[in-house]
């Protein structure tokens, strides 16, 4: 009986030393939630004359965040779902860049820039496809850096 004491107690202690001598990796946190980074060719204000309601609407793009009229200001840097997803979204689809709310469908805006001849200028705009279901044909809106009402129609360079 005392032998069988003696292999316990080895046993015991070879485990408890197999326990702390081998080094357990933890799954490590390097799986980061890159931010989203908002293109070069659309950062900027852009304003553009709705001639139907008289009005201004306004679209702005910084580094990291996404803003269009009265709605809330959508960042690259801020974390949704647990920290899975960046609170805005870009991606790319043909030549324009697609803005969501977090990968999902909400918010949804077609984006590029573009260069336009005004008043014999060349500046730099944006060009938004509108794209509802429903209508047969995509009609684009070209919002321009300042408050420019459209009296002529621009030229486009794509």
């Not at 390097?30 to 980074?37: C, G, L, R």
Request: aromatic share 16%; charged share 20%; glycine share 6%.
């Amino acid at each position: 009986m005392r032998k069988n004491h003696y292999y316990y107690l080895l046993f015991l202690a070879a485990l408890g030393f197999g326990l702390f001598s081998v080094n357990i990796k933890a799954p490590s946190a390097s799986a980061h939630v890159k931010y989203t980074v908002v293109p070069k060719s659309l950062r900027g204000t852009y304003h553009h004359y709705s001639k139907k309601n008289h009005k201004w609407s306004q679209v702005k793009f910084t580094k990291y965040t996404y803003k269009i009229g009265n709605l809330p200001t959508l960042s690259g840097k801020k974390l949704i779902a647990g920290g899975l997803y960046p609170q805005l979204h870009l991606s790319k689809y043909n030549s324009y860049y697609c803005t969501e709310l977090g990968e999902s469908d909400a918010y949804q805006a077609f984006y590029k820039g573009i260069t336009v001849t005004k008043n014999g200028k060349k500046i730099h705009a944006l060009k938004e496809l509108v794209s509802y279901p429903g209508i047969k044909h995509d009609y684009t809106i070209i919002w321009y850096p300042s408050k420019i009402k459209s009296t002529q129609t621009p030229v486009v360079y794509v």
